[in-house]
């Protein structure tokens, strides 16, 4: 049991941690054991993704202010709270997997740029492609063009040295 200042301090670390995050998910995470429910936390943890279980009325003093106040109608029931700081997909990836293989998590609810998005727009989400994925094709698409440039450019010398050499056989012919 908490006290009123660690409630406080709780209180302070959630609404710092929701106000800095890209992503809110809110998951029920009832029926789960302990082991599957640590394999979660580790699987999260990898992607560089928060996992915590809060008390419902501390997360809605605490989501005052943040894009995951737009969620408050799911604060009810055993919640986990997933939240990333870099990359909204990762957890939403991660989630719809997870629950795929264990029908007892639901996702509830999730807030990202201040919408709130439904389970399916979380999985729909999850199909995208990760933060690192299109920054290598965004990346690979910046190197084409000026290999693409310099392919052209050096066409134009190349066909003006070919006509000069046809010219200079044809008048060494004649």
Do not use: C, W
Not at 28 to 37: A, E, F, S, T
Not at 68 to 85: D, I, Q, R, T, Y
């Amino acid at each position: 049991m908490l006290n009123i200042s660690q409630k406080k301090e709780l209180i302070d670390r959630l609404a710092s941690e929701l106000s800095e995050s890209e992503i809110t998910i809110i998951v029920d995470y009832k029926g789960l054991d302990v082991l599957k429910m640590t394999d979660l936390r580790a699987q999260l943890r990898n992607e560089g993704v928060f996992i915590e279980v809060v008390k419902n009325t501390l997360l809605e003093r605490a989501s005052e202010g943040t894009d995951a106040a737009l969620m408050k109608e799911f604060f009810k029931g055993p919640n986990a709270l997933v939240l990333s700081k870099s990359d909204p997909v990762a957890p939403a990836k991660i989630l719809a997997g997870f629950a795929k293989d264990n029908e007892q998590l639901e996702i509830k609810a999730g807030a990202l740029n201040g919408k709130l998005l439904t389970p399916e727009e979380i999985k729909h989400l999850a199909k995208m492609p990760s933060k690192e994925e299109l920054l290598g094709k965004f990346v690979f698409g910046l190197n084409q063009v000026p290999t693409s440039l310099v392919q052209v450019l050096s066409g134009v010398p190349r066909a003006f040295v070919n006509v000069l050499s046809a010219i200079k056989d044809q008048k060494e012919a004649a």
